[in-house]
């Protein structure tokens, strides 16, 4: 491994130090690959300590070879693209719990990443900021539809932009005080459902 590559992975792995940070990341794939529809759900089971994360888009996919290559991005013999590590390292937290991570993409149709985190294992990322990160990604990009789906040992909570437009009807959706407002919204309802563990 090139050293550069060594350094570039330890930087951001110290940024993504909770679940909301890999959230961010992996849904920004879905925007880079111009998405117009993201889903993200969490399934928590707290009696079976586990956790499914799942983000689904309509983005234009990625050809089986480019899946295989994604999270395991250090063992292609390729040197002329760089490597990516959001997955990587997602894939990282995700296995150091006993858990895993899976792709499944179709070109032009869209692309599928579902991890399951084990989440009485010491090792586990704590959740972090989950309501900022889903406001940040509904807020910051008006062009995608974003839904984010809460789901906590038979309690569910949902979320999307549609519905957000539709509450916040003239208003700007990108004003600090709306999204203040969205974010502190979120965060309510993901602890009336009882999300946390
Ligand atoms: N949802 C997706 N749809 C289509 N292609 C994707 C998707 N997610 C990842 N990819 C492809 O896989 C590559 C690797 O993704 P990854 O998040 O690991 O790294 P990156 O986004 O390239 O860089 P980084 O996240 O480190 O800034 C992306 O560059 C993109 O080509
Ligand atoms: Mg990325």
């Known amino acids: 491994m090139a050293l550069y ?33 993201v889903i993200v759900s969490f399934g928590l089971d707290k009696k079976e300590g586990v956790l499914e994360v799942k983000f689904e888009d309509n983005g234009r996919g990625m050809s089986a070879e480019m899946v295989k290559r994604v999270t395991d991005p250090f063992t292609t013999t390729r040197t002329t693209r760089k490597v990516g590590l959001g997955l990587p390292l997602f894939k ?3 296995t150091q719990t006993g858990g895993s991570l899976l792709v499944e993409s179709e070109p032009e149709k869209g692309t599928v990443v579902t991890a ?6 010491i090792d586990c ?15 910051g ?7 984010f789906i809460f789901n906590a040992n038979g309690h569910s909570y949902s979320v999307s932009t549609t519905e ?16 203040r407002f969205i974010k502190e919204m ?6 009336d459902i009882d999300f946390d563990f």
């Open 164 to 179: 957000i437009q539709d509450t916040l009807g003239e208003k700007e959706i990108s004003q600090p005080k709306v999204v």
């Open 141 to 147: 990009n008006p062009g995608v539809e974003f839904q």
């Open 92 to 94: 990282m937290s995700a």
């Open 186 to 191: 979120i965060q309510e309802n993901i602890k």
């Open 125 to 139: 990322v704590p959740l972090g900021d989950l309501a900022g990160a889903a406001t940040l990604l509904i807020t």
């Open 5 to 37: 590559s060594v350094v570039r992975m330890l930087e951001k792995k110290s940024r993504m130090k909770d679940l909301s940070m890999h959230v961010t990341d992996i849904a920004r794939n879905s925007v880079e690959a111009a998405a117009s529809q």
């Open 116 to 121: 399951v985190f084990d989440v009485k294992h």
